[in-house]
Each structure stands twice: as C-alpha cells, then as structure tokens.
C-alpha cells in the first residue's frame, strides 16, 4: 500500500545539548508513522536522524534513507530502513530525497540540516519546485536566523514573498499538518487532537 504522504526530514546528525531535541525527533517520527506517512531522509543512525528514523519504524512507518556511499560508515547508515539506497555522491542523495518526498521539514541541525534547508527554498522560489517547505523553530533554536533573514529582506536583497514562501512554526505537530495539508496529503482523520 502507499503511503498516505511522503515528508522530507532534514535534521542533526547529532543529538544537540537540549533534550527537547531529542523528544521531538521522536515525535515527529511517531507522527508520520501513525498516519500511515513515509519518511525520506539522510539514512543515518546518528543524532536526530537516527531518532526520527527509529520512531518512525516503530510506529509502522515507511522509511527511505539516502546516503552516499563515503557516509555510510561515517553516519552509521541505517540497515532497518524500509528502503536505503546507498549513492555515489552529495549531490545524487539530494536529488533522490527530493523527489521522494511531498514537503520538507527541517529540525534543528548544524551546516547539512542548513544547506538542505536552503536547497529546498532556493528551488521553491525558482520554481523548481511547489512543495511546501518547513523550518521547525523549537525553543528559539533558529530565532537568530530568522532575524538574519529579516536583515537581508530589509536591505533589500531578499523579498517579503520569498519568506513567506517558509512556513515557520514552534510547534512540531501542528507544523506538520499544516505541511501535509498544503501539500494536499492529508489522510483521513489527520487531526492535532488524536497525536
Ligand atoms: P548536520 O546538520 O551537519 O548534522 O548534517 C545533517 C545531514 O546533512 C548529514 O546527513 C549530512 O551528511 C547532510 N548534508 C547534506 N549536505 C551537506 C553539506 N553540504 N555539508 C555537510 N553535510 C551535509
């Protein structure tokens, strides 16, 4: 059976020092799979990737992992994926997550969880691409980055529309409906009330 809808997580390969990090990781895994979802992301075990991959196996989810070869010992790829497919390069990992996936969520992370971040909005704003993009702000973590962004939009180097094309949330779950709603994958009964 397919999935009711496919998200693109991209997150840290590490834990982070919060432990808010963590548990929502694993919410938010525990949420795709609950809803018949399928996650895409980087096929490691390490740090979030690892936990949102875990929750989302354990909660009868599909999981897609990709990772490039030269990772695969690196990030500890993640044999109990439902698919992992293990390609030559950045680039091509990439490409494959994007195309499997409906919409895009980034946790907190470091520079990869940034640059994919990035990707995904530099696409969606050229068109190469109309999935939504979503960009967890858990406790503050990217409040600094948001405010930079609002820098460039008044130094006029960004526009108004191309933040608005982000959508931006402090709460895990509700972000997530609201990315697999705008995406228009929203299986029956997705309802905050029944996480
Ligand atoms: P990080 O947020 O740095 O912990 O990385 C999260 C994921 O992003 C890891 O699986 C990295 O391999 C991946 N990633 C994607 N693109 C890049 C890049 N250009 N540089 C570093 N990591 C990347």
Redesign the pocket.
């Known amino acids: 059976m397919s999935p009711a809808f496919s998200l693109c997580v991209?997150?840290?390969?590490?834990p982070g020092t919060d432990a808010a990090f963590g548990e929502t990781a694993r919410q938010v895994g525990q949420w795709i799979g609950a809803h018949g979802g399928q996650l895409v992301?980087?096929?490691?075990r390490?740090?979030?990737?690892g936990i949102v991959a875990d929750a989302t196996l354990a909660a009868g989810g599909r999981v897609v992992g990709v990772?490039?070869k030269a990772?695969v010992e690196?990030?500890w790829a993640h044999t109990g994926c439902t698919e992992l497919h293990i390609v030559d390069t950045?680039h091509e990992?990439?490409r494959i997550m994007a195309e499997h996936a409906d919409a895009f969520l980034s946790l907190p992370?470091?520079?990869?969880?940034?640059?994919?971040f990035f990707?995904v909005w530099t696409w969606r704003q050229l068109g190469y691409h109309a999935k939504p993009v979503g960009l967890l702000n858990l406790n503050g973590y990217y409040d600094h980055l948001l405010a930079f962004l609002h820098t460039s939009v008044q130094n006029g180097f960004m526009s108004d529309w191309q933040m608005e094309l982000v959508h931006v949330g402090a709460q895990p779950l509700a972000l997530l409906e609201q990315l697999v709603q705008v995406a228009g994958m929203a299986p029956e009964g997705v309802r905050l009330d029944q996480i």
């Open positions: 991209y997150c840290g390969s590490r992301y980087g096929g490691g390490n740090g979030l990737m990772i490039p990772l690196k990030e950045m990992r990439k992370g470091g520079i990869g969880t940034l640059e994919e990707e």
